[in-house]
C-alpha cells in the first residue's frame, strides 16, 4: 500500500495514547508501520533529500501538529502522552484528524501563523531538517510534509540546473571539454594537481584512450580516459576499442566519458569483461559537475537548524 501522508497518521498516532501513559515515539513509529502493513521497501523508502526514512518522517510531523495543537505533550525526550484536550477530541469519534480539525485550537492557528511569518518552529523527535515554511500555510494542507516539499523544490531546481549544464557542454568545443574532464577528475580527488592532470588527459591518443591520470594524489595506480563528445549513443563496438586499448597497456581501469549516452549492450559489455570500465554518459556527467561545483556556482544557501536538546537536558533547578 502507498505510505500513508502525515495527516492520514495523526488520528491513528493520538490513538495509541488512549491509556493516558507515556509513550516512546520510537515504538509508535512501530507500531504505526505494523498497522498500516507496511513492507521492509516502503519502510527503506527515503525522503528525496536522503536524509531520514519517507514513513518516520511523516510520524515524526504527524506528531509535531498533534502537540502544536495541544492533543499531546512531550514529556520527555523522545516521549508523549496524550493531553486531556486529546482525549476529548478522540471522544467525539472523529473519522479524521487533519490540519483543518487542528485549526480549531488557538495554539496552532498561532504555531501557523509563526511559520507563515518565516519564524522557526518546534522540531519533530527525529532527525530531519525544517524547510521553508511558505509551503505549509495554504488550507487544506498538502499530504507531502514541509521537508518533502522543501526536497521536491530543489529536486526540481537540481534537475533543471543539470539540464542546463548538459546543454551548455554539448555546445562547448572539444578542446574546452577536454578542459572540463580534467577540472572534474581534480574536483573527484584524481590527477593530483590540475597541473599534472592537464600533462596527462589528452596527450595519449594511442588507439582509444585519451589521456592517463593518477587514481590518487600519490600516483600508487592509474586511470586510462576517453573523453568525447558524442551525438547518438556509444555503442558496444566503442567500448571494446577502449577495452582492447586498455589490455595493450596492460591496464585494468578505464573511465569513457561522452555528452550523449551508452547503448545497453554498451553497458553489458563493461559489465562482463575482466577490465574496470566505467562509462559515464551525459546526464550523469553534468550531476557530477552539480555535485563538485565545475562549471556552476553558488547563488544562495540555506541553513537548516533544529532544536540541540542536549544542551536543554543540562538545564537543571
Known amino acids: 500500500m502507498p505510505i500513508p501522508d502525515y495527516q492520514t497518521l495523526m488520528l491513528p498516532l493520538l490513538r495509541l ?19 498500516f502493513e507496511l ?75 509563526r511559520r507563515s511569518e518565516g519564524n522557526g518552529a518546534q522540531q519533530p523527535d527525529i532527525p530531519i531538517t525544517l524547510p521553508s515554511p511558505s509551503q505549509i500555510t495554504s488550507s487544506p494542507a498538502p499530504e507531502a510534509t514541509p521537508e518533502e516539499l522543501f526536497s521536491q523544490a530543489y529536486q526540481r531546481l537540481r534537475s533543471n540546473l543539470e539540464a542546463e549544464v548538459l546543454e551548455q557542454v554539448k555546445a562547448a568545443t572539444p578542446a574546452f571539454f577536454e578542459r572540463l574532464v580534467i577540472d572534474l577528475l581534480v574536483a573527484m580527488g584524481y590527477g593530483g ?10 596527450r595519449s591518443g594511442d588507439g ?71 562509462l559515464v554518459g551525459g546526464e550523469q556527467l553534468a550531476a557530477l559537475m552539480v555535485d563538485h561545483n565545475v562549471g556552476v556556482s553558488p547563488v544562495s544557501r540555506f541553513e537548516i537548524k533544529r532544536v540541540d536538546s542536549d544542551y536543554f537536558e543540562g538545564d537543571t533547578v
Open 17 to 35: 495514547a488512549t491509556d493516558g501513559n507515556e509513550h516512546r515515539f520510537r515504538d509508535a513509529v512501530e507500531q504505526l508501520a505494523a498497522k
Open 39 to 113: 513492507s521492509d521497501e516502503e519502510r527503506a523508502t527515503m525522503l528525496p533529500s536522503g536524509t531520514a526514512p519517507m514513513f518516520d518522517n511523516r510520524v515524526g510531523w504527524a506528531k509535531t501538529y498533534l502537540k502544536q495543537a495541544g492533543l499531546i505533550d512531550a514529556t520527555r525526550r523522545g516521549y508523549f502522552r496524550i493531553t486531556l484536550r486529546g482525549s476529548e477530541l478522540l471522544g467525539t469519534n472523529p473519522i479524521q484528524i487533519d490540519t483543518s480539525t487542528l485549526e480549531k485550537y488557538q495554539e496552532f492557528r498561532a504555531f501557523r501563523s
Open 193 to 202: 594537481s590540475r597541473q599534472d592532470a592537464g600533462k596527462a588527459v589528452g
Open 208 to 278: 582509444g584512450i585519451d589521456g592517463i591520470i593518477k587514481e590518487d594524489k600519490l600516483g600508487l595506480d592509474v586511470i586510462y580516459v576517453q573523453a568525447k563528445r558524442w551525438e547518438g549513443t556509444v555503442g558496444r563496438p566503442e567500448i571494446q576499442k577502449f577495452a582492447g586499448a586498455l589490455q595493450g597497456q596492460r591496464a585494468n581501469k578505464g573511465v569513457f566519458i561522452t555528452t550523449s549516452g551508452f547503448s545497453r549492450e554498451a553497458h553489458e559489455y563493461a559489465g562482463i569483461i575482466p577490465s574496470k570500465i566505467i
